[in-house]
């Protein structure tokens, strides 16, 4: 068996002995990816051998193997299991284009004899495992999934796990929700922790997590998932559904019983009167889909009303009054050729995957990020490794995993680097992240390049070129040697009386800039443009900062206790360069119109409050920066995480209950946990 991800899979075959040789490896993809728990091919790779299979079914439709994979469930790989279901548990047929999409729509037109007059809802499909989950008298008593259709196996061993799927409703409903369980991005990375703390492989994507792990009875560690559902049968015969109910009618009946359902995804379950509306609306969630909190592989579009889908009625695959609209991979498997390392102006040493070029997401990828050393040892990434590859909108392609399985014998550990690749100096290697001994001295030029550009420092004409000129001649060893250069340095390193007179002005003019773009310059790790901004917006002048400790630090929105010892102590380091700063006239303080003493009068004057959760009631709906922006209005300001000095913590309670860790930490602090609701009435005045 070959690995064809790199390789790009045949669009037509040209003989049967083609036509067979395909539909083998279709079956075997399949096969591996049910059976054993990874994949030989990529979804893209496997879906357009599929198309150019079943072309060729369509136009030899006399040699059409009896046991072609693209006529049954699950394409007849997975395992059957023994629990039969309630009602068949189909799959979904699949387009691509909206050309495809009303040729669907003009298909089902044909079927129901006249234009469907119930309408359509568009709902995401998300990529994770298909699972019935069985409810009597309001209990959750078992969990199967999908297997062949007819038959899946029972996975009642996650129950209690899968958020969304609560083991006991408030309701006492007899019923079966039908619907996707899949791990989040968040739920993800938290499972391969698990994983790799018991020494087990991690997941090479959510997707083939989630399977494995509906599959592993006997794990030692349990790993959270989320569960939506799609749909919902009776079960037992007992009455559930509201007669003639259609399917936005039936998942807010499951909605009502307590189990989470497509409408409340981020993306949401949307009710329209036309295709052309759906059409939208696809566009509309396809957009959304780099921000979901959890992977999707299309839109789901269905005929609403119960009368017309029974008309529509099934195929053996699938039914004919719904479909995905797939939508293009974001993951793809390619071959690690190589790792490099840089350094970053912070002196981070990063290293960078060299990948086999294979396209994503509308661009061809070469290369991608790789975090830090732990990560890859953490990840037991091997030079030669066919790895999975994520890539969605703007986001910089990352490698998720290696599939250890494809894993050629010649593959070695990705080697680590034993000094700095920049300038053959030690390596700091405190932190996961390391860094070159020499800190932000080694990658000197990059830094004074970055500090001196438009949105920081802002010295206009001062390009890498003179800066390496100005390094070479010792004139600069730090950001703040820029402040006393003379006119005649500037005139020797750029070269002409004029430039030199002219980049004088503009470091003249560059001391007036403000703390926030001050800071920035230092070069502090994790301290970029919008953190530099919140950090001086939060402290106001440089002595404030420099006399924060890591507890006061956490006040900064987007300073965990991570962060925040990396700053103070990079700021105790940089003591010579800010007093070099200062004594040049550097500005060292932040306007603040918001300050404390000029802040909005109101019911939170002077004190700070933290928001988690998704809020609810009169703030159903209100992201972080509008909770900020009334938190303001309202005289307070936002912290970041909770500690003595947070006034109050807005908390929505959680779906299962359990206190979030920022409740816990609030309780363990002393400090005044208010609910959305109760929160909106304090600061009732200041809403609009
Ligand atoms: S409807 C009878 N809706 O996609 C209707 N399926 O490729 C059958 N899926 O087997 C399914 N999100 O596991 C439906 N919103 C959604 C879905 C969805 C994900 C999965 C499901 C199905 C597979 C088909």
């Not at 070959?2 to 049967?16: C, W, Y």
């Not at 279901?85 to 047929?93: I, K, P, Q, V, Y």
């Not at 039936?250 to 909605?255: E, P, R, Y």
Request: glycine share 10%.
């Amino acid at each position: 068996m070959t690995n064809v991800s790199a390789v790009e899979a045949p669009f037509s075959m040209s003989g049967r002995a083609e036509y067979e040789a395909a539909v083998q490896r279709l079956r075997d993809a399949s096969r591996t990816y049910y059976g054993a728990g990874y994949s030989l091919m990529d979804d893209a790779a496997y879906d357009r051998l599929r198309l150019a299979v079943l072309d060729w079914e369509a136009e030899h439709p006399d040699e059409t193997a009896p046991d072609s994979p693209t006529g049954r469930v699950a394409d007849g790989a997975a395992p059957a299991g023994d629990v039969a279901h309630t009602a068949r548990l189909l799959s979904l047929d699949n387009v691509f284009t909206p050309e495809q999409l009303t040729a669907w729509g003009a298909s089902l037109r044909r079927r129901l004899g006249h234009e469907p007059a119930g309408g359509f809802t568009v709902e995401p499909k998300m990529d994770g495992a298909a699972v019935a989950a069985r409810y009597r008298d309001g209990r959750l008593t078992q969990i199967i999934t999908r297997g062949d259709g007819t038959h899946g196996e029972d996975a009642s061993h996650v129950i209690g796990t899968v958020v969304g799927l609560p083991e006991q409703l408030p309701v006492p409903a007899t019923f079966e929700a039908r619907g996707e369980v899949l791990f989040t991005q968040e739920q993800f990375e938290a499972a391969n922790e698990t994983r790799a703390a018991h020494g087990a492989g991690v997941f090479a994507n959510p997707r083939n997590g989630t399977a494995g792990t509906l599959r592993a009875k006997d794990r030692p560690y349990r790993l959270a998932m989320t569960f939506w559902a799609y749909g919902a049968v009776e079960l037992d015969g007992v009455p559930f559904l509201p007669a003639g109910a259609g399917h936005a009618e039936t998942l807010a009946a499951v909605a009502r019983a307590g189990v989470r359902t497509t409408a409340d995804t981020p993306a949401g379950l949307h009710t329209v009167a036309t295709l052309d509306e759906a059409q939208e609306k696809v566009d509309a969630i396809a957009a959304l889909r780099a921000s979901l909190p959890f992977g999707i592989d299309g839109v789901v579009v269905k005929a609403d009303s119960a009368t017309e889908q029974a008309t529509a009625g099934f195929g053996t695959r699938f039914p004919y009054w719904a479909v995905a609209y797939k939508l293009p991979a974001v993951e793809r498997q390619t071959v690690l050729q190589d790792v490099f390392w840089e350094v970053g102006r912070t002196g981070v040493l990063a290293p960078t995957a060299v990948l086999a070029p294979v396209e994503l997401d509308g661009s061809t990828v070469t290369r991608a990020t790789l975090h830090n050393p732990a990560d890859i040892l953490r990840r037991d990434l091997h030079i030669g490794d066919t790895v999975t590859v994520y890539k969605a909108g703007d986001i910089i392609p990352r490698v998720q995993a290696a599939v250890v399985e494809l894993r050629p014998q010649d593959a070695v550990p990705v080697p680590l680097p034993h000094e700095c690749p920049h300038c053959g100096g030690g390596i700091d290697k405190s932190q996961e992240r390391w860094r070159c001994a020499k800190g932000t001295a080694c990658a000197l030029a990059p830094l004074i390049e970055y500090a001196a550009g438009r949105d920081i420092l802002d010295i206009d004409g001062l390009g890498r070129k003179y800066v390496d000129a100005l390094i070479a001649s010792g004139d600069v060893g730090d950001v703040a040697d820029l402040f006393t250069l003379t006119e005649e340095q500037l005139t020797a390193a750029s070269g002409s009386a004029k430039r030199g007179a002219r980049l004088a002005e503009q470091i003249r003019l560059a001391k007036t800039r403000p703390l926030s773009r001050v800071f920035c310059a230092l070069g502090v790790p994790g301290t970029g443009r919008s953190m530099s901004r919140r950090i001086a917006a939060h402290f106001g002048t440089m002595e404030a900062i420099r006399a924060a400790d890591a507890d006061t630090l956490q006040d900064v929105e987007g300073i965990g206790p991570e962060k925040a010892p990396v700053v103070v102590e990079q700021v105790a380091v940089l003591a010579p360069v800010i007093d070099k700063l200062i004594a040049a006239g550097v500005t060292m303080t932040e306007p603040r119109p918001e300050r404390a003493e000029d802040a909005a009068e109101g019911p939170l004057s002077g004190k700070t409050v933290v928001v988690t959760g998704k809020m609810t009631g009169p703030l159903d709906g209100w992201g972080r920066s509008e909770m900020g922006a009334l938190i303001e209005r309202a005289g307070g300001r936002m912290g970041g995480s909770v500690n003595s000095r947070t006034a109050f913590l807005v908390a929505a309670p959680t779906a299962g209950g359990k206190p979030s860790s920022k409740a816990v930490k609030a309780q363990e602090a002393g400090v005044e946990v208010l609910t959305p609701e109760d929160f909106a009435a304090l600061v009732a005045d200041h809403l609009e």
